[in-house]
């Protein structure tokens, strides 16, 4: 059975004979055939290092329509990619190289999986030579250019593109990525913050100057960097909050709430770690103005047709693990005795539906593909 490798669109190498892994190589084998067949994106990543790096990596090998051409990081120029992450043995053969502007600008689409600050002084160059970005930073989702300076600590070194980006959450935005060149990839925390609340600001039932999310995030949300806080013996058998007068995340939140809603809104928001590798569940309270809706009907219309968006039966609680390694975001709502306060539980994959399967998802509307495509894994479990 032949063996897919991502780095070279029509490549097989070995064959695996009795072989059968629950046909995962049939699964490969149908995906190299098809993208022989299929329109093939040539695909660019910088910073490939880190854990949403890696997250496109994993999503990418199978993506039918994905080619790999370039995937950077100067501190570790020439080192393959199994090497730092041996889970894509034998799926991503390429070496980590330096970015080559000219490789770079030959992509349909770059992704920048990098830290806030990276992207500003690239991304002009690769979009002139005719290049689509996805940003995974926070680089060009806040349009007030002082808000951002003033989040970030730092000046903002393309400021002209603010207004070109266009803000990548599919189940708000879906026809403006679909027309975009560059798209700001939301946070994890606020994909999950605005997700809970879009149903009922956009029915204008709740009391938009008291909203309070209380979000709770697995330590790969801090990246891969070392750091003391992040050991295991340091997060393990323990739960905090943190940023609860401020967090770089409120800003972004916050725009987006107001562009769902018509009208600014007021939020609270307050971050929390767990001790998990990976997952985010989000808390939210709201207070009704429309004490007659009913609220389980209203989540249950606004997302029928929403391939990654599901909303429970009522009175369930999601958890996390239902979602990790997957693209899905599953939500439940509660009205405590019928009253005017609404509880909505949300739960994703910080590194999936909250960073690097969202990003793939706009990738596949930019490209007129199956928004779906390379994203319908299932949670693992347990």
Avoid at 2 to 29: A, I, M, Q
């Amino acid at each position: 059975m032949p063996r897919l490798t991502l780095g070279s669109t029509d490549t097989v190498v070995d064959s695996v004979s009795g072989c059968n892994s629950f046909g995962y190589y049939k699964r490969l084998e149908r995906i190299w055939i098809f993208k022989r067949e299929a329109q093939v994106i040539k695909i660019g990543i910088v910073g490939g290092t880190g854990y949403t790096g890696a997250e496109l990596l994993r999503l990418l090998a199978g993506h039918p329509n994905a080619d790999l051409v370039t995937i950077t990081s100067r501190s570790e120029k020439g080192v393959p990619v199994s090497q730092l992450y041996p889970n894509l043995r034998g799926i991503v053969d390429l070496p980590f190289s330096e970015p080559d502007m000219d490789l770079l600008g030959q992509c349909d689409v770059v992704f920048f999986a990098t830290p806030h600050g990276v992207a500003q002084s690239t991304v002009p160059a690769i979009l002139a030579s005719g290049a689509k970005v996805i940003d995974l930073s926070a680089d060009f989702r806040i349009r007030d250019i002082a808000l951002w300076e003033q989040w970030y600590g730092q000046s903002h070194a393309a400021p002209e593109l603010v207004a070109k980006a266009v803000y990548g959450l599919p189940e708000f935005n879906r026809e403006a990525i679909a027309a975009a060149d560059l798209v700001a990839c939301p946070g994890c925390y606020p994909t999950s913050v605005q997700l809970g609340l879009m149903p009922l600001l956009e029915a204008g039932c709740i009391d938009v100057n008291d909203l309070i999310a209380n979000s709770a995030s697995g330590v790969s949300g801090a990246g891969r960097q070392a750091s003391v806080a992040n050991l295991l013996s340091e997060v393990s058998d323990s739960f905090k909050a943190y940023g609860a007068s401020g967090h770089r995340h409120l800003p972004e939140i916050e725009q987006g709430l107001t562009d769902i809603s018509g009208t600014a809104v007021s939020l609270t928001f307050v971050p929390h770690l767990l001790p998990i590798n990976r997952g985010i569940h989000s808390t939210i309270y709201a207070n009704l103005i429309d004490t007659e809706v009913d609220v389980q009907a209203l989540f249950e219309q606004r997302y029928a047709n929403e391939p990654f968006v599901d909303v429970l039966p009522a009175g369930s609680h999601p958890e996390t693990r239902t979602v990790r390694g997957s693209n899905f975001c599953r939500i439940a709502v509660h009205r405590p005795g019928g009253g005017k306060k609404v509880v909505v539980l949300v739960v994703e994959d910080n590194l999936t539906k909250g960073a690097s399967g969202q990003a793939i998802q706009c990738m596949n509307l930019m490209f007129d593909l199956p928004e779906m495509a390379g994203l319908q894994l299932p949670g693992l479990m347990p």
